[in-house]
């Protein structure tokens, strides 16, 4: 028998069934795209999302018929939200985590009640994509929808209640509504009393990895599973990331190398005081029982990827003339051409910044440009401004939660060995590639494998399931040979933040 763990994206379903030792049985994804009318308007019809987790299932399920999938557990990213009535269907669009309609519902927030102890309370800095002030905003210009909602959900929970089960939520997707109460593990009577929303609008919050329930016969039989198959809860991407990663331990780190790059240091404690407010660092409950996650994130893969689709034809018909990778054909002209340090500052803010400036103004920039600079210098400079910006978010992790010497990485975006070695080299940190590249998914599955008993719990199941590939360590001369363009790269935000409203 088998495990199956489903990853719910902004923009893709996927979905991974493994064995009990962690070992990939088959793989499907699905994407899709949202709607709207313009930022900051960005929204989704829900079922969508129904319709790409009910697809990715049959399709595994048609692969694995003689390794039967024996549970599920589903992570989704966080502050979406979906108006659902009393038998859980939508009663409009899903609005979605970058939908930043809720600006004045956010300020409101600050004048009337204080950053501070929104902080204090739920571990996230104020911030127009949480849950709760898109929920304000529905009241307030929608009021018809507000009404009709029996509950407002996030994505794991809505697809709970599409396959006939109660829609719970965990611990650390409620964390990502800025209504839950970190430390009591409940909604917070203060904050909702405060904004007028009642809890019964809310879905109940239970432990991740919780047994939610069955699959009837039909439910089963229209996703090929059989029926009786158990639903886990599962919980937020990035601490399903995590565990899947093997973080949950005190000061373990993982570093997930994705569209977004995404550092996760796991604590006994919430790291929500005065000073990670200052980084905006977001602290909130692990799917780890009795254990914290904080996280400092930023804008990384999309860059990449922008560059490739503006600048790399030539690479892109060389590559498919020769059936190789298009990354591969890149770094071996990057080994080629521009193996010392470029020179060249690159910011990965193209869509703002996120920790430690949070600066929703913040724009790229690129600067030590030289005659003699090639594509290959600046696709280079793109992944060692990510090592920057990496350096610079290890710092504020650091100072907030734990020096540590040691993280994990994994993710799409960490494939290429040069740029896990700038990551290594700038850091000064020694990182350590998994095996599993789908650690989301895994994580989920492990939450699916503790509810039927399959691993006695998350240590056990971890040792059993995640597995370094290759050790990066950090190269002393390489790390002196950075160390100027690091501080060129630290004074860039700074020197232009003045100027990022003109």
């Not at 038998?87 to 009337?112: F, K, L, P």
């Not at 009241?139 to 407002?152: E, L």
């Not at 995590?242 to 790291?271: F, H, K, R, W």
Request: aromatic fraction near 10%; charged fraction near 20%; include cysteine.
């Amino acid at each position: 028998m088998s495990l199956l763990g489903i990853d719910i994206g902004s923009g893709s379903c996927k979905g991974v069934v493994f064995d009990t030792a962690g070992e990939q049985l088959a793989s499907e994804t699905i994407a899709y795209s949202t709607n709207g009318n313009g930022s900051p308007f960005v929204e989704i019809n829900a079922s969508v999302f129904k319709d790409a987790v009910f697809s990715v299932i049959r399709k595994l399920s048609s692969q694995v018929k003689y390794d039967p999938v024996e549970a599920l557990a589903i992570s989704s990213h966080g502050e979406t939200i979906i108006p659902v009535n009393s038998a859980g269907n939508s009663v409009s669009s899903a609005i979605m985590n970058s939908d930043n309609r809720a600006v004045d519902e956010a300020s409101w927030w600050e004048e009337n009640f204080g950053a501070q102890r929104i902080y204090e309370i739920t571990g996230l800095p104020l911030h127009a994509m949480f849950s709760l002030n898109k929920i304000m905003w529905l009241r307030k210009h929608q009021p018809n929808i507000y009404k009709k909602a029996n509950k407002f959900l996030s994505v794991g929970d809505y697809i709970l209640a599409q396959l006939g089960l109660t829609p719970y939520t965990d611990y650390s997707l409620a964390s990502r509504t800025m209504a839950f109460d970190i430390a009591k593990c409940d909604w917070s009577d203060e904050i909702l009393n405060h904004c007028g929303v009642p809890r019964e609008k809310l879905p109940i919050p239970l432990e991740p990895g919780a047994y939610v329930g069955k699959l009837s016969r039909s439910i089963a039989a229209n996703l090929g599973l059989n029926e009786g198959t158990v639903v886990a809860l599962g919980g937020h991407d990035q601490p399903c990331g995590a565990l899947g990663a093997g973080a949950i331990n005190n000061g373990d780190v993982y570093d997930s190398a994705g569209t977004y790059e995404c550092m996760v240091a796991v604590s006994a404690q919430p790291m929500n005081s005065c000073s990670a407010l200052k980084y905006s660092l977001n602290s909130y409950r692990h799917v780890v029982p009795g254990k914290f996650v904080t996280l400092a994130f930023f804008p990384a893969a999309l860059v990449s990827s922008w560059f490739i689709d503006q600048f790399c034809y030539e690479d892109k018909f060389v590559a498919l003339q020769n059936k190789r990778n298009l990354h591969e054909v890149l770094a071996t002209n990057v080994l080629h051409y521009a193996a010392e340090p470029t020179g060249l500052c690159i910011t990965p803010h193209f869509t703002g910044s996120c920790t430690p400036y949070w600066d929703v103004n913040a724009r790229g920039v690129m600067t030590g440009f030289t005659p003699s600079i090639t594509r290959y210098h600046i696709y280079k400079a793109i992944f060692e401004g990510i090592a920057c910006e990496l350096r610079v978010n290890t710092d504020a992790l650091e100072e907030i939660v734990t020096p540590f010497k040691n993280m994990n990485i994994s993710g799409g975006n960490s494939r290429l060995p040069f740029t896990v070695q700038l990551r290594a080299d700038i850091t000064g940190k020694t990182i350590h590639a998994l095996e599993n590249d789908e650690s989301v998914c895994l994580g989920a599955a492990i939450l699916a494998g503790i509810a039927i008993g399959k691993y006695k719990d998350v240590k056990d199941a971890v040792n059993k399931t995640v597995r370094v590939t290759k050790t990066y360590s950090p190269n002393i001369k390489t790390q002196k040979q950075y160390q100027k363009q690091l501080e060129q790269y630290k004074l860039l935000y700074p020197s232009l933040a003045p100027f990022r409203e003109i």
